[in-house]
C-alpha cells in the first residue's frame, strides 16, 4: 500500500503556522510570555534574521511548533477530560496569542489526522496513536480540552540542539541546494529520533515514507 503524503494545501498551512511560530518567538523576546522550552541561543539567532531569512526557516516541511505530542501523560489526562460547559471560560489565557498558535495548529493537525494521519505525522513526527486520539475528539472537545493548556507549546524537538543549528544556519542559507538539503535532513531527524517511543509504530508498508520525505522537501523551488 502506498502512503500518500501532504498535499501542496496542508504544506502551505504548515508554511503559514511556521511563520506565525517565528514572529510569536520572536516578539516574546525576555517578556516570559513563551513557555521555559526557548533558549537564548535560540531568540538570539531568530532576533539577527531578516524577513527574507525567517521566511526561509518557515518553510521547513514539518511544524517548528510542537505541542509535546510524546507527552503521553499529559495528553492521557488532556484527551479524557470532561468538556467544559463554559467554552468561553476555558479558552482564556494570558497569552492570547500562544491560544491563537494552539488553536489554529492542533485544529490543523485535527483534520490532517481525520483524512490523512500518514501526512499528519509526516509534519508533526506524532505516533499514530496520538494522531487517531486527536480526529476522534471533536473539535470543540480538542478546543476544550488543550487550548488553555498553555505549556504544551513549545518549539519541536527543542533539546536536539543539533538539528536546530542545522535549521537556523543550513537552514536559511541563501545557497537553495544548502537549504533543500538541510530540510530533507531535519525531517528524517523528527520522523526517527522522535522522543515519542511509546506510540505505536508505523505499519510496514510504510517503509516508503523516506523517499516521501524527500519530495516534500524538495517540493518548494525556494
Known amino acids: 500500500m502506498e502512503y500518500q ?3 501542496p494545501a496542508d504544506l502551505a498551512n504548515v508554511r503559514a503556522l511556521n511563520i ?16 521555559h522550552s526557548q533558549t537564548p541561543e535560540m531568540l538570539a539567532a531568530l532576533a539577527g534574521m531578516s524577513r527574507c531569512q525567517l521566511e526561509r526557516l518557515s518553510r521547513t ?24 460547559p ?36 509526516l509534519v508533526s513526527g506524532a505516533g499514530l496513536s496520538w494522531c487517531e486520539q486527536l480526529a476522534d475528539c471533536t473539535l470543540v472537545e480538542l478546543f476544550t480540552r488543550a487550548v488553555s493548556a498553555h505549556s504544551v507549546l513549545e518549539p519541536r524537538m527543542i533539546e536536539n540542539r543539533g538539528l536546530w543549528q542545522k535549521l537556523l544556519n543550513a537552514g ?23 522522543s515519542a517511543s ?16 524527500v519530495r516534500v522537501a524538495e517540493r518548494d523551488p525556494r
Open 61 to 84: 516541511p514539518f511544524l517548528l511548533m510542537s505541542f509535546r505530542e510524546y507527552d503521553e501523560g499529559r495528553w492521557r489526562s488532556l484527551f479524557a477530560r470532561r468538556p467544559d
Open 5 to 7: 503524503g501532504p498535499e
Open 20 to 35: 506565525a511560530f517565528l514572529e510569536w518567538l520572536h516578539a516574546c523576546g525576555d517578556s516570559g510570555a513563551a513557555t
Open 198 to 213: 511509546s506510540y505505536r509504530q508505523l505499519a510496514a508498508a510504510a517503509c516508503s515514507m523516506p523517499a516521501v520525505a
Open 172 to 194: 536559511v542559507s541563501a545557497k537553495k541546494d544548502v537549504r533543500r538539503a538541510a530540510r530533507v535532513s531535519a525531517l528524517q531527524t523528527v520522523l526517527t529520533q522522535s
Open 86 to 121: 463554559d467554552l468561553f471560560h476555558s479558552l482564556e489565557m494570558p497569552d492570547e496569542e500562544a491560544a491563537r498558535l494552539i488553536a489554529a495548529g492542533l485544529g490543523f493537525l485535527w483534520q490532517l489526522s481525520k483524512r490523512n494521519p500518514y501526512a499528519a505525522r
